[in-house]
């Protein structure tokens, strides 16, 4: 009787174990348990998952003459699959479809498949024609999101910002991507993807200029890092003026280099220009455009409309000198004024976080990925930081940001300082930093520096 209490005793806190290992630790849980089991599920019942899913084909002449000689009858022949390789979230396989199946079968059948094999999630991919990856996820990955390994970061201006519902990492490549809008309703998690894109940026050696029409609150803490700040309409205005000639001067330094001798390489960007010469990228960041665009008068909506032209110039020809924009808000779209529809239509990556209505969520994927919009307005507000990223391709995929104070962020760029970059043109618009001080000099003394309350 002793035996067997020790027995039941070990077998309860083996599963004691084994349940705290699978909330504090999945990913042991998912190398120690849900691989094994998962893949023997696969392994022992792929056939007749893939024939009730209505994803295999009938067998070959050969096959059914050689089951007729045999007196039996030859059994519909399921995809070519490889073995099931493990994942850091899950296990893959490749398979090779018959002929006269497409990836959208496999896609319409996902939900399917996944119940039959007990899997959390899974996703299909064409990797060739006649080719395909499926890959399981063994459970949420988006419950909590840690920050992504340093060696994720495979470049300059190539930043991993948030894990994707099928295990990778979504990547902003300013240069394959060089400009995003960025959609969510307040506390949506808005906020916390853009502390993981400026202190990504803050490390490189890169130009980062912010525009908040909010008094600065929002960038404010950022502003040891920032090369320029606008925190009024009238002083974004003034300095969208001054982007705009850099980025004209920084053509006029591309076409003199094109012209240089017969041995020079011709380029029609920086990135071909040799690296001594090659101005520092420059990015921009819009927070809250609406209120940038708010127009209360006639002398609001000139402003307003001249604010719109100089944002879809430096979209339109911005990338090719090496500035890039990056644009957040609550809602964007035609109310904002003349040009607003143009100035969506060059920002190509989109960003949409948990919205106020259907509308935005539109706005934001609608003329990308209808699906994707939709997507958009399941999103909870209990998981804040969970959003749909889309791009011009038509892909679309769930993606959830780790999760980053606003303390953790302003450190960052407090450390960072010293890689704010030369840039003549925007010096009076640099940020006055306030320094520490031991105490009031008696001989000088400090004046407040307060700015009026406004309701």
């Known amino acids: 009787m002793t035996d067997a209490l ?8 083996a599963v004691a174990v084994l349940v705290a290992v699978r909330r504090r630790l999945p990913v042991l849980f998912w190398w120690l348990v849900g691989y094994p089991v998962v893949t023997l599920r696969v392994l022992t019942s792929y056939r007749a998952t893939m024939d009730a ?3 295999t084909v009938p067998a070959s002449a050969v096959r059914r003459a050689t089951a007729r000689m045999m007196g039996r009858q030859a059994a519909p022949v399921p995809p070519r699959r490889s073995l099931p390789r493990p994942t850091g979230s899950g296990l893959v396989m490749r398979l090779r ?12 059948s996902a939900d399917r498949l996944r119940h039959a094999w007990g899997a959390h999630a899974v996703h299909v991919r064409a990797t060739k024609p006649g080719r395909l990856e499926l890959r399981l996820v063994g459970w949420d990955v988006l419950a909590d999101v840690r920050p992504a390994r340093r060696w994720l970061q495979t470049g300059p201006l190539s930043l991993p910002l948030a894990l994707r519902e099928d295990g990778h990492w979504h990547v902003r ?5 060089p400009h995003e809008l960025i959609l969510g309703a307040t506390q949506s998690g808005k906020s916390v993807y853009l502390r993981n894109l400026l202190c990504g940026l803050a490390r490189q050696p890169v130009a980062l200029v912010g525009i908040d029409c909010k008094w600065g609150v929002e960038l404010a803490p950022f502003a040891p890092r920032l090369s320029a700040l606008a925190d009024t309409p009238d002083r974004a205005n003034d300095l969208l003026d001054v982007l ?3 980025m004209e001067a920084r053509f006029r330094l591309i076409g003199m280099a094109g012209g240089a001798g017969p041995d020079t390489v011709l380029t029609s960007d920086v990135w071909g220009l040799p690296e001594k010469v090659r101005p520092v990228p420059l990015v921009v960041v819009v927070d809250e455009v609406a ?9 609001d909506e000139k402003r307003r ?13 911005g990338r090719a000198a090496g500035i890039y924009l990056e644009v957040c808000g609550q809602r964007f779209g035609a109310e904002l004024g003349k040009g607003a529809t143009m100035l969506r239509a060059q920002l190509t990556g989109r960003v949409c976080h948990r919205v106020n209505d259907e509308t935005s969520a539109n706005m934001a994927l609608g003329d990308i990925a209808p699906e994707a919009a939709l997507a958009a307005t399941s999103i909870p507000a209990e998981r804040p930081g969970v959003a749909v990223i889309g791009d011009s391709s038509g892909g679309w995929s769930r993606v959830r940001s780790p999760r980053l104070t606003l303390n953790d962020a302003a450190a960052v760029c407090r450390d960072t300082s010293s890689l704010v970059p030369e840039l003549p043109r925007l010096d009076s618009f640099r940020p006055i930093v306030a320094k520490e001080l031991a105490g009031p000099s008696p001989a000088a003394p400090i004046a407040p520096t307060t700015r009026p309350v406004t309701e």
């Open 6 to 13: 020790w027995v039941l005793s070990l077998l309860l806190l």
């Open 53 to 55: 899913c209505g994803l």
């Open 97 to 108: 479809m018959a002929a006269g199946q497409a990836p959208e079968d496999f896609t319409a």
């Open 173 to 177: 490549d300013f240069r394959t991507v």
């Open 244 to 246: 705009v000639e850099e």
């Open 291 to 299: 209120e940038l665009f708010l127009a209360a008068s006639k002398d």
């Open 305 to 317: 409309d001249a604010m719109v032209t100089k944002l879809i110039r430096l979209a339109q020809l």
